[in-house]
């Protein structure tokens, strides 16, 4: 089973800077299937990017994702005050067919 | 609009039973996959189970496996989470959650607002 490592814990930036979030799996994943998620206070998650680099439906473009084997990426590039969320990544596999990242939470600086 | 609607959650003792419904509206349910996908306090993600369009192929992970069953009626358009023998640490928040898109990869799309389920004595 593949084990996704998000880095940092927490990440303190204001608006307006750029955030780099990081995901490491114990494992090559599978064909780069991975995403990241979104998920605010008292909400349910929000799909970001799939496949490591294609935004969901209505993700705005300052979202983007990369990365490739073991190391993925998700940068926002000038943050919003919305963006204040934690943010997780998830791999699909075969053993477990889901399995997600520990979060990061994005607060403000 | 795509709405999940879970119900069913609540508080149980130590290995008794607790059965989940999702409502499913906005889309043709019958032509998704579906998942269950939880979350306890404070806590990360945690997969659940999946369940084919039409019912024949689920699958879970190890953590679930042999006291949870997740089935589905498309007449209704009704998913369901059986969920025996709980223990504390199946507390959290469960959500419904319907995939991205047929087949492999599996990623989820739409997310219910979720029901908590709370196992104590």
């Known amino acids: 089973e593949i084990v996704l490592t998000q880095s940092p814990g927490t990440l303190s930036l204001s608006p307006g800077e750029r955030a780099t979030l990081s995901c490491r799996a114990s494992?090559?994943?599978?064909?780069?299937?991975l995403a990241w998620y979104q998920q605010k206070p008292g909400q349910a998650p929000r799909l970001l990017i799939y496949d490591t680099s294609t935004r969901a439906s209505g993700i705005p473009d300052r979202f983007s994702g990369s990365g490739s084997g073991t190391d993925f990426t998700l940068t926002i590039s000038r943050l919003e005050p919305e963006d204040f969320a934690v943010y997780y990544c998830?791999?699909?596999?075969?053993?477990?067919?889901?399995?997600f990242g520990q979060g990061t939470r994005l607060e403000i600086k | 609009q795509v709405q999940l609607v879970e119900s069913g959650g609540g508080v149980v003792q130590p290995g008794r039973s607790l059965r989940l419904s999702c409502a499913a509206s906005g889309f043709t349910f019958r032509n998704y996959d579906m998942h269950w996908v939880r979350q306890a306090p404070g806590k990360g993600l945690e997969w659940v189970a999946v369940i084919s369009q039409d019912g024949s192929i689920t699958l879970y992970p190890d953590s679930v496996r042999g006291r949870f069953t997740i089935s589905r009626d498309n007449s209704k358009n009704t998913l369901f989470l059986q969920m025996n023998n709980l223990r504390a640490e199946d507390t959290a928040v469960y959500y419904c959650a319907r995939d991205l898109k047929l087949g492999a990869p599996d990623y989820i799309d739409y997310w219910g607002q979720g029901t908590l389920v709370s196992v104590s004595s």
């Open positions: 998830q791999q699909y596999g075969t053993s477990v067919l889901m399995t």
């Open positions: 494992q090559s994943v599978n064909s780069n299937y």
